[in-house]
């Protein structure tokens, strides 16, 4: 009986995602395949946007920029711990293209700090002392974060991410 829930459950779930997925698509653009694609496209970013750290949140300031993958982030740390979700999203294509340049100054005062790139499930050091530099990414489908991990951290981070002209 449980069994015959879960799957009524998950697929009541489906039709609910495929209807809102169709109705949300602009059909004059091609196939229904497209549009389904566009569609959870779309829904998936609008959703992807709740995992950033909130801006009240944030120990710093940030700008947006074009989307939630670029803008500028400045914070000074005093005995932070957790994590901050700055920039980022979830996405199979993104809009704005998927080569992202990051400038970074990272300052460790006291304690230890971690600037990270997460792209799906791997997640890549950018930073982990006092350093700043430039790299360019190149954001692949689904979660491609840029994260800041602090251990009773105290000091500063200067962050910008902007779109690579092609």
Known sequence: MKRAKVFISLFLVLCFTVSFV??????????????LIDGWDSWIQSFSKHAL????????EKTKGVDEYTGTYTATYDGFNGKEFIF??????????????????????????????IAGNDEYSVANVNSEDTKEYTISSGDNYIVLKGDNFSGSLELTVKDVES
């Not at 169709?22 to 549009?35: R, V, Y």
């Not at 750290?53 to 710093?60: A, P, R």
């Open 88 to 117: 980022g999203g979830t996405a199979l294509d993104r809009e704005n293209g998927n080569h992202l340049q990051v400038t970074y100054k990272l300052t460790i005062e006291d304690g230890s700090a971690e600037l990270n790139w």
């Open 22 to 35: 169709g109705c949300s698509s602009n059909h004059d653009k091609g196939s229904l395949k497209d549009n």
């Open 53 to 60: 750290t909130k801006e009240k949140d944030l120990q710093g």
